[in-house]
């Protein structure tokens, strides 16, 4: 089946920095991407649609400005965090569709924030 | 929005038995999948299923899809410990996913 790769798969950083993840499709194009956060023993919960070219949507409660995403090409989509704090720590996974019922899932990033 | 309730949350069990595990909704759905995600990683598509009161089998696993499409079961049969991992369905898109099932499978 087809992948998505993300980058990197974990991430350590003090608080107020900045960090972005990757989110790439290896051998397909996605003009739509997903990303999620999960916290432990949690299920995924949809923060935002990346889409190519335009702004991306995103989910009631998620600030835009403290996740900003940025889908430049079909294959490439990045979540940054912006001034990050201890409570943003969590397990964060993209998604692309590979057909019209099929999602393939990135390996997820794993944040922590000291 | 459209709410997918699975059950039980969490199953500890030992090797040999047989489980199910429910995803139910107050909704009709289009299509629903289940999903395996084990620790640290993403998850894994196990199944679409698609008609109402379609059954899929993959080896030890069947998958039903209600007649109404409103709620999807999984069952295993003779469960083994690489069948541990967090069990979620999802509706079309993956935009909605129930809380998940962890499933402990013990030697």
């Known amino acids: 089946g087809a992948v998505v790769s993300q980058h990197p798969s974990w991430v350590i950083c003090k608080s107020g920095t900045s960090v972005k993840i990757e989110c790439r499709s290896l051998?397909?194009?996605?003009?739509?991407m997903f990303w999620y956060r999960q916290f432990p023993k949690q299920s995924l919960m949809l923060m935002a649609t990346?889409?190519?070219?335009?702004?991306?949507?995103?989910e009631q409660g998620v600030e835009k400005d403290k996740f900003l995403i940025n889908h430049a090409s079909l294959t490439l989509s990045t979540l940054t965090v912006t001034s990050a704090h201890p409570e943003d720590s969590s397990f964060y996974i993209c998604s692309a569709p590979g057909g019209p019922y099929e999602q393939f899932f990135g390996p997820g990033t794993r944040l922590t924030v000291l | 929005t459209q709410l997918l309730e699975q059950s039980p949350q969490f199953l500890s069990i030992q090797e040999g038995e047989n489980l199910t595990v429910y995803c139910n909704s107050s909704s009709v759905f289009s299509s629903l999948q289940w999903y395996r995600q084990e620790p640290g990683e993403g998850p894994v598509l196990l199944v679409t299923?698609?008609?109402?009161?379609e059954v899929k089998k993959l080896k030890r696993l069947t998958f039903q899809f209600g007649d109404a499409r409103k709620d999807s079961s999984l069952h295993i049969t003779a469960a083994q410990p690489g069948d541990t991992g967090l069990y979620l369905c999802a509706g079309p898109n993956t935009l909605t996913f129930g809380k998940g099932t962890m499933l402990l499978v013990s030697p």
């Open positions: 990346s889409n190519e070219g335009s702004k991306a949507t995103y």
């Open positions: 051998d397909f194009q996605a003009t739509t």
């Open positions: 299923v698609v008609t109402g009161g």
